[in-house]
């Protein structure tokens, strides 16, 4: 039986610009994915700790402030030390092209830049994470 | 608000059922309803870009109720409809003022200086991320994000090297500053009279407008009521000691830019507005003393027609809550000054040069609505702060409206239209309507803290995008007239430098400054917010002090506490 995809939407940093986190969280719970907001201004340690105890198949960062080349390599890093390689992380919100392949290195799986429709991310999400309970 | 006087949903302008004249009538059965059987319009319905019907056309039965001296009267006479001054840009021409900051403080400074001999009349300055959360430079939270959305100041020093060479007396400044407006504000007073400038005569404006960010721009450190004081003690302290500065600019750009209606946009600022009269008026102030230096913030979206309507609504209804609701006496009092920028979300990634049009549209609503000043954004808006050439084509695009385009020429040039006055009517009963229901929430704080204003942005913003998901709505580029490889753009790139830089200079300034006056001051500071004298005398002392950013805000942190929003389910 498959059980409902598991998603932390996070915005990490200083960053309170909150629009487009809320539609995705909005968007995904409409798509049947269980969605957990972590709310405003959260480190990455905090968001880490959020994904395990949340037990999450998807961690989506928002973040706009250009802070994106500090925090996110070091989510990725967090989630790794703590045993959460499986889970898929995704980064939304303000990232220059020239970005992407930094991040995508850090360990995220994709980027979805302004203009993203939610249908997109809602597809990349359920044709990238193993929803099978047996598999974790 | 007392008894006896008027609540919001009384303030109605006239009503009447709309009665098609006989002429009218028969072209729609002769004329039309064969036409139409021909070729049918494009859609069922059309709306505004914010949801609100528009009609095939608009004639003397849309305006049935129309009195002149009324609903609109001369510029510069009650209600300010057509606009705040007698001569309008026939006399002055709004003040070009872009939005700028990046950075060290030297980056900015040289910005600043580039922009005013470009032509732009007055300043604005963007802080980053810790200095408008109240974290210097060197803090762990400011990892990553110093300079990066804006200038970094933490301290007096950095002020005074952000202004250097400015001619404060002559240029008046902006700074979008809240939560720890009332420090910044104290930092520029500061290097103000440093320099030599009269703390009498210099102008500007601080946002200083926390409602709006437990709203929409979420940039709050502390609760609403000791955040409300400080708001209110800026608001007294400029009254007294720097009678030309606007202490509050009460935004309705971020609640736009989080994704509401323009009619939301509209009542969450001037019911904003008005909680803010009410707490001052608290104070003991009464209102002539402070209201004509109450100025405004608003958003300049797509649908031209829908903004100047906007703007017209809220000269008038500004005019009536303070002359009808706050019985204000002095006509100045009554004037809702405001500043306008371009609408940030409306720019897109795809095809960036698209956004050097849609900011053209979007800054000629402003025009035509009559705004006193002007931000126009850059192409480059939805990847980056913008470069010296970007900047350089927005500020451009304000000087082509206001000297080649001939809409400067007239005062209000869209009055008498069907369709404008129409419009501006139906907005301004919208916008009382909200009223009633903030009102009956308790107010705005009260709104605020069962989360009505953010709860009607987050489903408008939801609807939105659903809107632009099915092609309900076009967004050229990106859900339709998409081009596969877009010509890239050189983009403004901030490193880590700054951050370096100013982590640097704070550790020379701790070294340099005398810490036994720092902690005293800061200490002062510390017993006065426990009690509810003014704050301001005792922050512009640790200011001269070189106290920073961080340390004046971690002792309110300590005194206030910090505030939560509420989960979003």
Redesign the interface.
């Known amino acids: 039986m498959d059980r409902r995809i598991r998603v932390l939407v996070a915005k990490p ?7 487009g986190a ?2 995705v ?3 995904l719970r409409d798509a049947g994915m269980e969605v957990i ?1 972590t ?3 959260q ?1 990455p340690e905090m968001i880490v700790t959020a994904a395990l105890q949340e037990d999450v198949d998807v961690v989506g960062v928002s973040i706009l ?7 996110i390599p070091r989510i990725c890093e967090l989630l790794r030390g703590n045993g959460l390689d499986d889970v898929v992380v995704v980064v939304g919100g ?1 990232v ?2 020239e970005d992407i392949p930094i991040l995508k290195q850090a360990g995220i799986a994709e980027v979805f ?3 993203v ?3 997109q991310i809602v597809d990349f999400i359920r044709s990238h994470v193993r929803t099978v309970t047996s598999g974790r | 608000m007392q008894k006896g006087q008027k609540t919001g949903t009384e303030l109605e302008a006239g009503q009447t059922a709309r009665q098609p004249s006989a002429d009218e009538t028969q072209w729609v059965e002769r004329l039309l309803e064969p036409a139409l059987k021909k070729s049918p319009e494009r859609q069922e319905v059309f709306t505004t870009l914010s949801g609100v019907p528009v009609e095939r056309l608009y004639t003397p039965s849309d305006l049935a109720d129309f009195d002149y001296a009324r609903d609109l009267g001369e510029p510069g006479e009650y209600p300010f409809t057509r606009g705040i001054h007698r001569t309008m840009y026939r006399g002055k021409v709004w003040t070009m003022r872009q939005f700028s900051g990046f950075g060290s403080p030297e980056d900015t400074n040289q910005r600043l200086h580039y922009l005013l001999k470009q032509g732009q009349t007055g300043l604005s300055i963007a802080f980053d ?2 200095t ?2 109240g ?1 210097d430079s060197d803090h762990a ?5 110093v300079g ?2 804006g200038v970094s100041v933490s301290s007096l020093a950095d002020m005074e090297t952000l202004l250097a060479g400015l001619p404060l007396e002559q240029v008046t400044t902006s700074m979008t500053i809240n939560s720890p407006a009332a420090i910044i504000w104290a930092m520029y007073l500061v290097a103000a009279e440093k320099s030599g400038a009269d703390l009498k005569k210099i102008s500007g404006t601080t946002q200083n407008d926390i409602l709006k ?1 437990y709203i929409a ?3 709050y450190i502390f609760p609403p009521k000791p955040s409300m004081r400080l708001v209110a003690d800026t608001i007294v302290y400029a009254t007294k000691e720097v009678p030309r500065w606007n202490p509050i600019s009460i935004s309705g750009y971020h609640i736009r ?3 509401s209606t323009a009619v939301q946009e509209l009542a969450f600022t001037l019911r904003d507005g008005i909680e803010y009269v009410e707490w001052v008026t608290r104070t003991g102030m009464k209102v002539d003393d402070f209201a004509p230096r109450l100025s405004f913030f608003f958003n300049a979206h797509n649908d031209l027609f829908e903004e100047v309507a906007k703007y017209r609504a809220a000269r008038r209804i500004w005019a009536r809550v303070m002359r009808e609701l706050f019985g204000a006496k002095d006509a100045r009092s009554w004037l809702c000054r405001f500043h306008t920028q371009t609408a940030g ?1 409306s720019l ?3 095809q960036p040069y698209n956004n050097v049009v849609r900011t053209t549209l979007q800054a000629l609503a402003a025009v035509m609505g009559g705004t006193q000043s002007l931000h126009t954004n850059s192409l480059d808006e ?3 702060l913008p470069t010296e050439e970007a900047v350089t084509l927005a500020l451009r695009t304000q000087q082509v409206i206001a000297h080649e385009s001939g809409v400067t020429n007239t005062i209000d040039p869209l009055a008498g239209s069907y369709f404008v006055e129409n419009l501006t009517n139906r907005t301004e009963r919208a916008c009382y309507d909200y009223f009633g229901r903030i009102n009956a929430l308790g107010g705005m704080v009260a709104a605020i803290e069962k989360g009505f204003p953010q709860k009607e942005i ?1 489903n408008a ?2 609807a939105y ?1 659903q809107a ?2 099915s092609k309900k709505a076009i ?1 050229v580029g ?2 339709d007239f998409v081009t596969e490889e877009d010509r ?1 753009i050189t ?1 403004l790139v ?1 490193d ?1 430098s700054v951050a370096r830089h100013q982590r640097h200079k704070l550790e020379q300034l701790k070294k340099q400054r005398d810490g036994g006056r720092v902690e005293a001051t800061l200490a002062s500071l510390a017993s006065a917010a426990a009690t509810d004298v003014n704050l301001m005398p005792y922050i512009l002392e640790c200011v001269r002090a070189y106290a920073t950013v961080g340390e004046m805000c971690d002792v309110l942190r300590r005194v206030f506490g910090t505030y ?2 509420p ?2 389910r």
């Not at chain 1, 940093?13 to 629009?19: A, Q, S």
């Open positions: 940093g200083l960053d309170g610009h909150d629009r809320k539609i969280a909005r968007a907001y709310g405003l201004r480190t402030s250009g802070a994106h080349r500090t925090i303000i220059p092209d830049q302004p203009g429709s939610t249908q | 991320l810790p408008l959360m974290y939270l400011a990892e990553g994000e990066k959305c960010e721009q979420k940039e830019e989080a994704g979300c897109t990634a795809q939805a990847w980056a987050h913003a939801y995008q632009i998901e967004i990106v859900n890239p983009l901030i880590e939560e929003e989960a979003f």
